[in-house]
């Protein structure tokens, strides 16, 4: 496509979503804009579309795609943007609106195509604007913002900003409208959006800011209370709220700030980009957070921080994909001193429950005998938080548990006991009384 205000640009290709590696290329803005002109036909119709499952949609939708910017190594993640040369904006809410005022007000080169869900009625585009120079993935979470806002930010999906999102190549239903259309204008000059802020490395002067806080207001209300979760996430929750987290096992990794729900990144060069929601959710604004766009309960946070998907763990090893991430979580919780001490206070409640005369059994032995139960903290759990089935477990439970002290075994008699130790005392000459079982029995029993 000839234009008249062409450079070289230099962004990443994948084949598709689930691309492991991908391919840094430069590519001419005007090759970049053939590519977006040419649509890829799929078979189904739009009402086929419509009717599929996210994940059949997914499927269909990835013909490859494209990240606006140069990758390190050519992995996909928000640590490995090195930065952005493109602005690419998803338009989830658009109208004609949008194309009158790109028409009338945007000064600056653009392209703009239709995704796969796009309808007349239903409008999905997608905006694309190069920049005169290459961009950190901070400075670009703050210019993207702008330009949504003086294009009224309503109409942009609040979690296209992420400076790692993919964008697919246009793709269309065998009978969908597809649109495309460009401005052949001078590239956009991210200082002068810059130099619209007071101070853009804050982020509470973001534009999307308080949109996005309303949204994620209205999620956090619709999610599960991760105090009520279940299994070993549930009680890691439980153990650390977001504040602890944030104070003490990511300490090295956010700063508190004057406001107390806010947190900055400190791997970021922006401020105050991490939102606290009722210490039980962050979300993080901040481009190269590993927890960035993501709404993370505690568990999550963690997660996100010390086994990002495809990054290095603490211990020095290799992370593998989301669910090998998971399991190292997981694995990680149930080591974890506080949650390890939740679940033991939690298995003690259950118990209680489903055996009411619990209390009254453990007043009776506390009056006797000091109880210390820090030895359920040693139990070995598996990833779920549940105790194993091991022999060590069953020795350990055997040998502290104080309402297991009566419980004796004859190993003459081979009978079980469960109540007063059996002493035998001598008839009134002194004599000992024999036992049908030999000249004395024995029990066997916790000491």
Request: negative net charge; charged residues 25%; glycine residues 6%.
């Amino acid at each position: 496509m000839q234009v008249t205000h062409d450079k070289k640009l230099l962004i990443a290709i994948g084949r598709s979503r689930k691309a492991a590696q991908w391919q840094n290329k430069e590519m001419l803005w005007s090759e970049f804009l053939d590519k977006l002109a040419n649509t890829t036909r799929t078979r189904e119709t739009v009402n086929d579309y419509a009717a599929m499952t996210k994940a059949e949609r997914d499927n269909i939708k990835d013909v490859g795609g494209f990240v606006g910017g140069y990758l390190k190594n050519g992995r996909r993640s928000s640590a490995s943007v090195v930065n952005r040369c493109l602005i690419c904006l998803d338009a989830d809410n658009a109208d004609t609106g949008l194309l009158d005022d790109l028409d009338m007000t945007f000064i600056n080169a653009y392209a703009l195509y239709s995704t796969h869900s796009h309808t007349p009625e239903k409008m999905r585009l997608r905006l694309i604007v190069p920049l005169s120079r290459t961009v950190t993935p901070d400075e670009y979470a703050a210019i993207s913002r702008r330009i949504a806002d003086d294009l009224r930010l309503s109409r942009f999906d609040p979690t296209t900003f992420e400076p790692a999102r993919l964008m697919y190549w246009p793709s269309t239903p065998e009978d969908g409208e597809f649109v495309f259309r460009y401005a052949d204008q001078p590239f956009l000059d991210p200082d002068d959006v810059l130099a619209t802020y007071a101070d853009w490395q804050d982020a509470s002067l973001w534009p999307t800011t308080q949109p996005v806080e309303a949204k994620m207001r209205r999620t956090v209300s619709k999610q599960e209370d991760p105090l009520i979760k279940r299994g070993i996430i549930g009680a890691f929750c439980r153990a650390h709220s977001i504040t602890d987290v944030l104070e003490n096992i990511l300490a090295d990794r956010y700063n508190p700030t004057a406001q107390a729900d806010r947190y900055t990144f400190a791997g970021g060069s922006t401020t105050g980009g991490l939102v606290v929601y009722d210490d039980k959710y962050a979300f993080s604004h901040h481009a190269t957070d590993p927890a960035s766009g993501k709404l993370c309960n505690a568990f999550d946070l963690v997660r996100w921080h010390l086994f990002t998907p495809g990054g290095t763990a603490p211990d020095g090893s290799r992370v593998g994909d989301d669910a090998s991430s998971m399991k190292r979580m997981q694995e990680y919780a149930a080591q974890d001193e506080a949650t390890r001490c939740t679940l033991a206070e939690e298995r003690r409640a259950q118990a209680v429950q489903e055996f009411g005369d619990l209390d009254a059994l453990e007043a009776q032995i506390a009056a006797t005998e000091p109880q210390n139960n820090s030895w359920q903290e040693q139990l070995e759990l598996d990833k779920q938080g549940k105790v194993k089935d091991t022999l060590g477990n069953l020795t350990l439970i055997l040998r502290n548990d104080l309402r297991l002290k009566d419980i004796a075994y004859n190993i003459f008699g081979m009978l079980m006991r469960i109540g007063g130790w059996e002493k035998y005392k001598g008839n009134s000459a002194g004599v000992q009384r024999r036992s049908p079982y030999g000249p004395q029995r024995c029990f066997v029993r916790r000491e």
